[in-house]
């Protein structure tokens, strides 16, 4: 699909960060039996608990990867510069990558705003810039 060509890397970005959400899943899992909670439940709240930031991580990552979906499908469809798209997509994702590594580590953990809170801020600029772009382009 020639149409979508241009926009490759976005595209690479989307999997990635599924990848990355994917990733994070079976490592919540074993944090969570390791702490002794139920599926789907936090370790108790402690970002000195390793286990509670992996889970943390998890969460964080499977509620943005729907917005990160969207304002990627948004931009494709309405016909949005490939540069920007491509550009955006890519920073959001490598920046969700350093932030995952950074709150698993603890880095910065007590600091605010800490290393994962600008990282986050940034990713979700990247996203807003994409949704408006993906406006921008619609109208």
């Not at 990635?16 to 936090?42: D, E, H, K, Q, Y």
């Not at 729907?66 to 948004?74: E, L, N, S």
């Amino acid at each position: 699909m020639e149409v979508f060509a241009e926009y490759s890397r976005a595209i690479v970005s989307l999997a990635l960060f599924a990848l990355i959400t994917l990733g994070l899943s079976p490592m919540a899992g074993v944090a969570r039996n390791r702490a002794g909670v139920a599926a789907g439940a936090l370790p108790k709240e402690d970002y000195a608990n390793r286990d509670f930031r992996i889970c943390r991580a998890y969460q964080n990552a499977a509620e943005s990867l729907g917005a990160f979906a969207a304002v990627i499908a948004a931009a494709i469809l309405a016909g949005a510069a490939p540069f920007w798209v491509n550009l955006f997509a890519s920073l959001a994702v490598l920046s969700r990558l350093i932030m995952v590594f950074v709150h698993i580590q603890g880095y910065g953990v007590g600091k605010e705003p800490g290393p994962r809170t600008m990282l986050y801020v940034f990713g979700w600029l990247m996203m807003l810039l994409l949704a408006l772009m993906a406006i921008g382009a619609a109208f």
